[in-house]
């Protein structure tokens, strides 16, 4: 099980402890009626009730609950950790690799990889990914290991401080080399998959740089504001640079690269219990290298 452990701060010590925990640890209801009900909260390590203020306490421990059974089966297999403790991992997803079970993926998945992760690590937790990527597209994930964790990770990502940036090989030479992209996205009429840029779509706002232009593609780091389905493919089609391989908003190309050429490259945000600042980056895969060494001759 995962223990929490603050300092009291000053502003604190008049606030009951149930309020402390979801206006100041940022507690969802959910999780506030959890830890009530097993008495899993101590002041200088003794079991308190929630009305109950820190007063001259110096310690905070919370004893977070622990995960039921995954229903997602354990499979061995390669992965890629950049950062690992008690509350998130940090994993390079290679293109191809589907994030959750599902019709013609049940044991090759991220989850299933991460459920043998945790059971040979001797931890119990369910699936929580933070930010999600295709199965085509290779890169940076978080996974959160409690839902205390997922709450708060989420809660950044919605107040825009988790910056996630991509990689990316398009069609042709960006015009103007550089830019922002503020086109709302919704799906397409007619299909489940597909969508588009139309004007009853959902706000979407991606900043786009050319990083090198080559023969007939360019290499592009892209910033995205919002996170809609599939938003830097539709986008970079919709400004007339579909990204390379792309069979849904460009062109299929096998022989060149059996997916969109799209690789999550940077995470950036503050540690959901230490308030720490965390970065990651990683360089290309060896397909995009291999397309860009193409494109050089």
């Not at 604190?12 to 940022?26: E, Q, V, Y």
């Not at 059974?69 to 061995?76: C, V």
């Not at 390669?78 to 290679?94: C, F, G, N, Q, T």
Request: aromatic share 6%; glycine share 10%; net charge positive.
């Amino acid at each position: 099980m995962t223990e929490l452990h603050y300092s009291i701060r000053p502003e604190w010590r008049t606030l009951p402890l149930n309020r402390l925990l979801r206006k100041g640890l940022g507690f969802s209801a959910v999780g506030l009626k959890n830890v009530r009900e097993r008495g899993c909260v101590r002041l200088d390590g003794l079991v308190s009730p929630l009305y109950q203020t820190p007063g001259s306490a110096e310690q905070l421990s919370i004893l977070l609950p622990e995960d039921p059974p995954s229903e997602i089966e354990p499979a061995a297999g390669r992965l890629h950790l950049l950062y690992e403790d008690a509350h998130l991992l940090i994993v390079d997803k290679p293109a191809g690799m589907a994030v959750h079970p599902g019709p013609g993926h049940h044991g090759d998945t991220l989850g299933n990889l991460l459920m043998w992760h945790y059971a040979q690590e001797g931890e119990q937790h369910l699936f929580r990914p933070v930010n999600r990527l295709d199965r085509s597209t290779s890169g940076l994930m978080c996974v959160a290991k409690h839902a205390y964790a997922t709450v708060r990770l989420g809660m950044l990502a919605a107040e825009g401080q988790m910056t996630k940036e991509y990689l990316a090989i398009c069609e042709g030479l960006p015009s103007p080399l550089c830019g922002r992209i503020d086109a709302p996205i919704g799906r397409k009429d007619g299909s489940v998959l597909a969508r588009e840029v139309r004007s009853d779509g959902k706000a979407a706002v991606t900043n786009y740089k050319t990083i090198a232009g080559f023969q007939r593609r360019s290499l592009v780091r892209l910033t995205p504001e919002t996170g809609r389905t599939h938003q830097i493919r539709v986008h970079m089609a919709h400004i007339g640079h579909p990204l390379t391989g792309d069979f849904l908003y460009g062109t299929e190309d096998p022989a060149l690269i059996g997916r969109a050429a799209l690789h999550a490259c940077a995470l950036k945000f503050q540690h959901p219990v230490t308030g720490l600042p965390l970065s990651f980056e990683i360089g290309l895969p060896e397909d995009m290298l291999r397309l860009i060494r193409y494109e050089k001759g």
